[in-house]
């Protein structure tokens, strides 16, 4: 077999392999949040499966216009658990910068809040593990509670 054939055949091997695990690698390092990109980094790192904004088709909010979609899908000893990174804004009213009036920031804060709620009430019924880790902009913490989050799963 040459050398191209073989590296054809391990591609198409590898495809395989990612399909089976619904793995989904972005190829847009700077896609989401700064604290999805640090998460998104730490996966790669240390070689995790994961999916990148999980849908699911019975999940969205107000319409089927507007899936609800979960930070990573994480394979991790033969099963797999849904994180978030939650900023500030899952805990308190907050503008990014943007000028909005104080109704329209608190009118988005109850929204975030309302689809956090229909995500955790929809994991909750479909018996999916769900974890959250808070991101308030402090890398090394972060860092440190993912190392903490899968410490704890590896009982």
């Not at 999916?51 to 394979?75: H, M, N």
Request: glycine share 4%; proline share 1%.
């Amino acid at each position: 077999m040459s050398l191209s054939n073989y590296a054809n055949k391990m591609i198409s091997h590898k495809t395989k392999i990612e399909k089976k695990l619904s793995i989904w690698i972005s190829a847009d390092y700077k896609k989401g949040s700064k604290g999805e990109q640090i998460t998104r980094d730490f996966l790669r790192k240390h070689n995790l499966a994961f999916k990148e904004q999980k849908t699911f088709k019975d999940l969205y909010y107000k319409s089927k216009e507007y899936p609800l979609r979960f930070d990573f899908q994480i394979w991790f000893k033969d099963k797999w658990f849904l994180l978030e990174i939650q900023g500030n804004q899952h805990y308190k009213p907050s503008s990014f910068g943007a000028h909005l009036t104080e109704q329209e920031i608190q009118q988005n804060f109850e929204e975030g809040q309302e689809r956090d709620r229909m995500k955790k009430e929809y994991c909750e019924k479909h018996n999916i593990l769900l974890k959250c880790v808070d991101w308030n902009g402090n890398k090394d913490k972060l860092i440190k509670d993912l190392q903490k989050m899968f410490r704890e799963l590896n009982y």
